[in-house]
């Protein structure tokens, strides 16, 4: 195999540098414990309550409900042009497939987002 030119030039810098290593890891500083004491004194994360959440769906959902019940005849116009607009599409394999990977996208975006840690 024919070595590069670079290669063999790099040879000396890995040599400097692994030597330089070695006589610097025996020069570690121990901090007796500091670290540890720092990390301990630390105040918790802040974290949001567990109720916060589900009563926050529950607010989406009372305010969605509301609006509906308000503007009945806004909401049934919204929803007839809805239906009409799925509705009235042809059917293709091509538009199946694109529903079909929308849907999928938005569950597995569902379920990412309920699985991440907090």
Same mark, same amino acid.
Request: hydrophobic share 55%.
């Given at each position: 195999? %024919?070595?590069?030119?670079?290669?063999?030039?790099?040879?000396?810098?890995?040599?400097?540098?692994?030597?330089?290593?070695?006589?610097?890891?025996?020069?570690? &500083?121990?901090?007796?414990? $500091?670290?540890?004491?720092?990390?301990?004194?630390?105040?918790?994360?802040?974290?949001?309550?567990?109720?916060?959440?589900? %009563?926050?769906?529950?607010?989406?959902?009372?305010?969605?409900?509301?609006?509906?019940v308000?503007?009945?005849?806004? $909401?049934?116009?919204? $929803?007839?042009?809805?239906?009409?607009? &799925? &509705?009235?599409?042809?059917?293709?394999?091509?538009?199946?497939?694109?529903?079909?990977?929308?849907?999928?996208?938005?569950?597995?975006?569902? &379920?990412?987002?309920?699985?991440?840690?907090e």
């Amino acid at each position: 195999m %024919v070595k590069n030119h670079a290669d063999a030039d790099d040879g000396w810098l890995e040599q400097a540098l692994e030597a330089d290593a070695r006589e610097h890891a025996a020069a570690y &500083v121990t901090d007796d414990g $500091f670290t540890a004491k720092v990390m301990a004194r630390l105040p918790a994360p802040a974290t949001l309550p567990a109720w916060r959440r589900p %009563v926050l769906a529950l607010l989406w959902l009372i305010a969605g409900s509301a609006v509906a019940v308000a503007l009945p005849e806004l $909401f049934y116009d919204v $929803f007839r042009n809805l239906v009409a607009m &799925v &509705v009235g599409q042809p059917l293709t394999l091509s538009r199946i497939a694109v529903v079909i990977i929308l849907l999928g996208a938005t569950t597995w975006s569902t &379920v990412v987002y309920a699985m991440r840690a907090e």
